[in-house]
T-cell receptor
Framework: DAKTTQPNSMESNEEEPVHLPCNHSTISGTDYIHWYRQLPSQGPEYVIH???SNVNNRMASLAIAEDRKSSTLILHRATLRDAAVYYCILRDPYGGSQGNLIFGKGTKLSVKP | DAGITQSPRHKVTETGTPVTLRCHQT?????MYWYRQDPGHGLRLIHY???????DKGEVSDGYSVSRSKTEDFLLTLESATSSQTSVYFC???????????????FGPGTRLLVL
């Protein structure tokens, strides 16, 4: 699976939008872009995923660059509960090893009241 | 929340003793996974299972074995615990996407293991 690069940490103010970047310059045509987050002392939880088009769900939006070499997770209004480590993961569903996810170090998001 | 429980949630043991961690799911998902998480690292895959009695090794499988005799239970065993196996262990489950792309993994609350 291709590698991703994320900033180690970011800060945001409560109720402001947050844009979390992810670079994946070696992404293959069949790699899906996944985002998971891990709240303190909890297991990771799924946030969103996409392939080529931008995606929206109740938690966040995913903006994917036209060349797919980067993507941005957008939290429209950060809350204190959004403080977590956010992981950007590439996964090829046809690449074997079933649903294995390869987690990097992620971006630690801090939200200030 | 997906119905995933892990037991025990915390355990302290001594080097050289066997330890078994249990993951139990009520979602009837086919795939199950064991990960470990250490400070400064993301999660790393230890073993995974495609179904009953069908398991395979992950990235960091040395020193660990697994068993899955029922769909709902996935056991992780440390045959002889070492201090390097002190970690937080997470279980996850997923269901094959069946040509619909990729599946979502759902994680348990974790087990904190300290090996003295």
């Amino acid at each position: 699976d291709a590698k991703t690069t994320q900033p180690n940490s970011m800060e945001s103010n409560e109720e402001e939008p947050v844009h979390l970047p992810c670079n994946h310059s070696t992404i293959s045509g069949t790699d899906y872009i996944h985002w998971y987050r891990q709240l303190p002392s909890q297991g990771p939880e799924y946030v969103i995923h996409g392939l080529t088009s931008n995606v929206n769900n109740r938690m966040a939006s995913l903006a994917i660059a036209e060349d797919r070499k980067s993507s941005t997770l957008i939290l429209h209004r950060a809350t204190l509960r959004d403080a977590a480590v956010y992981y950007c993961i590439l996964r090829d569903p046809y690449g074997g090893s079933q649903g294995n996810l390869i987690f990097g170090k992620g971006t630690k998001l801090s939200v200030k009241p | 929340d997906a119905g995933i429980t892990q037991s025990p949630r915390h355990k302290v043991t001594e080097t050289g003793t066997p330890v078994t961690l249990r993951c139990h799911q009520t979602e009837n998902h086919r795939y199950m996974y064991w990960y470990r998480q250490d400070p400064g690292h993301g999660l790393r895959l230890i073993h995974y299972s495609y179904g009953v009695k069908d398991t395979d090794k992950g990235e960091v499988s040395d020193g660990y074995s697994v068993s899955r005799s029922k769909t709902e239970d996935f056991l992780l065993t440390l045959e002889s615990a070492t201090s390097s196996q002190t970690s937080v262990y997470f279980c996850a489950i997923s269901e094959p996407a069946g040509g619909m792309g990729v599946e979502t993994q759902y994680f348990g609350p974790g087990t904190r293991l300290l090996v003295l």
